[in-house]
């Protein structure tokens, strides 16, 4: 396993601009969101620009997609994070600030060589394989899940 990593990309498209006050809640908390990340063992890699997280940067055409990138040492660690810590509060409440997503998979996950930092690029093109083939060793979720490659 110490030889792997597992990237994640997970999506949302934002129902409202992210300088709207109904999505200033969650905005307001993305600096308490992401140390929390970073403070979970396990935690490797997440995807940023000079302000510390991710909300300028545009992946997709549609300008209320924001993306949120990381690399984990383990799937124990991200599920750890992800359902385990406080940011499972925010988790539940994202119908708040985020529209239902059928065109696109919300979540793609993928083994990566430990020490590759992943592009958007790369994870665009597992998000677009998970969404045409369903999971599989190349893209899958947390349902089903699978082993890093031996």
Aim: negative net charge; charged residues 25%.
């Amino acid at each position: 396993m110490a030889n792997w990593h597992l990237a994640q990309i997970n999506i949302g498209r934002l129902k409202h601009p992210v300088d709207d006050p109904r999505v200033a809640e969650f905005m307001n908390n993305l600096d308490v969101i992401n140390a929390m990340a970073e403070a979970t063992p396990g935690f490797v890699w997440r995807l940023k620009d000079d302000s510390g997280n991710a909300t300028a940067i545009r992946a997709f055409d549609d300008e209320l997609i924001l993306p949120n990138m990381s690399v984990w040492a383990s799937l124990d660690s991200l599920k750890g994070y992800v359902f385990k810590s406080d940011h499972a509060s925010f988790l539940r409440r994202r119908r708040e600030w985020f529209a239902p997503m059928d065109d696109l998979p919300v979540l793609t996950m993928w083994w990566i060589p430990a020490g590759h930092t992943p592009s958007l690029d790369e994870a665009k093109e597992r998000i677009d394989h998970l969404g045409e083939h369903g999971p599989t060793q190349t893209a899958f979720t947390f349902h089903p899940t699978f082993d890093p490659p031996t």
